[in-house]
């Protein structure tokens, strides 16, 4: 006696779930290598950023060893700025008291507009 196996709609549902598999399996390699290069940039510009705050805390130093030293500070020593690949720290202290004491009013880091930025045109809000 012979019997016949229909292999018909197991095969169609083992193709319909390798094909799914297959799908997901690269969503999930192109979802990694996108967060793998969004880390990239984010790790980039902190670098950066430290950088930026580290050159800043030695101006910050020197300004004070200027002052404590008793040199005069001119309005050109109250100011600096730092750039750094694309980025602009822009740092302003008050001018020394008569206890030589002093303020910083101005600590702001700046990122230059990328025009070529693809991601400046993600949503047009229309």
């Known amino acids: ?3 016949k196996i229909r292999l018909g709609p197991i095969a169609v549902f ?3 779930v390798a094909v799914v ?3 997901l399996a690269v969503l999930t390699v192109a979802t990694t290598n996108a967060d793998k290069v969004l880390a990239d940039r984010f790790a980039g510009a902190t670098q950066t950023r430290y950088a930026l705050e580290a050159e800043g805390e ?3 130093q020197q300004y004070d060893e200027k002052v404590a030293g008793g040199s005069a500070v001119s309005a050109a020593d109250r100011t600096k700025e730092i750039e750094k690949d694309g980025y602009t720290l822009k740092i302003t202290v008050t001018e020394p008291d008569a206890s ?3 303020d910083v009013t101005e600590w702001k880091v700046i990122k230059d507009w990328n025009a070529d930025d693809p991601y ?3 949503w047009q809000g229309n």
């Open 1 to 3: 006696m012979s019997r």
């Open 14 to 16: 083992l193709a319909v």
């Open 21 to 23: 598999l297959s799908t």
């Open 58 to 60: 030695r101006f910050l």
């Open 100 to 102: 030589g004491s002093w």
């Open 120 to 122: 400046q045109n993600i």
